[in-house]
């Protein structure tokens, strides 16, 4: 199947996510979780032969075939209006009702400009990067956190972003099984921050499944590969760690801070 393309009209709020077979237990409830807050749910189908007949009862769920399997890139294969709202989903997650809205409204107070926005963010170890499990900061999606704040990566799991600073799935190839650390590269690169936003405790909880994940398959014994991905962007920009403050304060592409 083709790429989609970019859609014209008003800006809507949408959600992407990608899945694959061993995931179909969760996914229905993920799905449902999501279905409701969303003007469409695009759910990329990775090692799929055909489209699940469940899905049949959302009227606003778009499934895709990809041509190949392109693992958690599937959340950048559809693609968006500059102005949607695009939320990137997992399939093991349920999201509270007022997900989509807490996100938003936080977005919005903040200010949208430079910026994009999750709920599980880290600060890496901003100087010997091969240790960054052991010194890390992280602010796990399923705890509270009372003042938004600059990070180095967020989960592309929980996040917010404007249609316009969502890349295609064609500009983070080689990311498929590091889709966090590439988005996170490509963001700095661009001269957007990212945010890990204020929350309440419990917006998003886990559903717990048997077999491999992208994260257990590939990333549990920090390849080094991986590590070298983050460490063109750790520590990178002297914001990391602060509190975000309502404004702008956006770098101009390409002039992210070093």
Known sequence: ????????????????????????????????????????LHLVLNEY??????LSRYDNVIPVL????????????????????VFLVDDDLIY???????????????????????????????????????RRRLFHYARSLRHSRYVDQLGTGTMLVRGRNLPSHHELTGGETMADARYARWCHEKGLDRVAVARRRGLIRTIRVEGPSIYSRHNAH????????????????????????????????GLAPS
């Open 1 to 40: 199947m083709a790429e989609p393309a970019s859609p014209s009209g008003p800006s809507i709020r949408r959600a992407h996510m990608a899945t694959f077979p061993a995931r179909s237990e969760s996914l229905p409830r993920a799905v449902a979780s999501l279905a409701p807050q969303v003007d469409q």
């Open 96 to 134: 509270a009702p007022d997900y989509c809205a807490s996100l938003e409204a936080e977005a919005g107070r903040l200010g949208w400009e430079g910026r994009v926005f999750g709920v599980h963010g880290s600060i890496l170890a901003q100087r010997r990067i091969l240790f960054w499990t052991r």
């Open 222 to 253: 920090l390849p080094q590969r991986l590590l070298d991905e983050q460490a063109r962007f750790a520590g990178k920009s002297p914001r990391i760690g602060k509190r975000v403050e309502p404004g702008g304060g956006a770098h101009p592409p």
């Open 66 to 85: 990809p041509e190949r399997d392109v693992k958690a890139l599937g959340k950048f294969y559809p693609r968006p209006g500059p102005d949607d709202r």
């Open 49 to 54: 032969d055909g489209v699940p007949p469940w």
